[in-house]
């Protein structure tokens, strides 16, 4: 599964490694380079996971009753009179099935 983290702690946390990094002697800058490569890798990986769910995208089906309608994915049912654009069973976002966001 994929791991969310939240961006923009981790771009403080590298912009405060390296503003201590100019502070350090390198023999050269490859040393410099390889030693920033290896703090962004360990940042990205220890980084705190975001608390994210993935989007569920489905749609309203009309059913044998004109007022009632049927979510795509759970089938819970809802009067056409509420229904949104999120189910309010499964909580699927209601834009017409598709795999954007």
Same mark, same amino acid.
């Given at each position: 599964?994929?791991?969310?983290?939240?961006?923009? #702690?981790?771009?403080? &946390?590298?912009?405060?490694?390296?503003?201590?990094?100019s502070a350090n002697a390198y023999d050269s800058q490859d040393d410099?380079?390889?030693? #920033?490569? #290896?703090?962004?890798?360990? =940042?990205?990986?220890?980084?705190?996971? =975001?608390?994210? =769910?993935?989007?569920?995208?489905?749609?309203?089906?009309?059913?044998?009753?004109?007022?009632?309608? /049927? +979510?795509?994915?759970?089938?819970?049912?809802? #009067?056409?009179?509420?229904?949104?654009?999120? +189910? /309010?069973? +499964?909580? =699927?976002?209601?834009?017409?099935?598709?795999?954007? &966001?």
């Amino acid at each position: 599964m994929a791991k969310y983290i939240d961006a923009d #702690a981790l771009l403080d &946390e590298l912009a405060m490694y390296f503003s201590d990094m100019s502070a350090n002697a390198y023999d050269s800058q490859d040393d410099a380079l390889e030693d #920033a490569a #290896a703090t962004v890798r360990q =940042a990205v990986y220890d980084a705190t996971a =975001a608390d994210v =769910a993935p989007v569920r995208h489905g749609k309203w089906l009309n059913t044998h009753h004109t007022s009632i309608v /049927q +979510c795509s994915l759970c089938g819970g049912t809802v #009067a056409t009179l509420w229904k949104g654009y999120f +189910c /309010q069973n +499964c909580g =699927a976002k209601m834009d017409g099935g598709s795999s954007h &966001e």
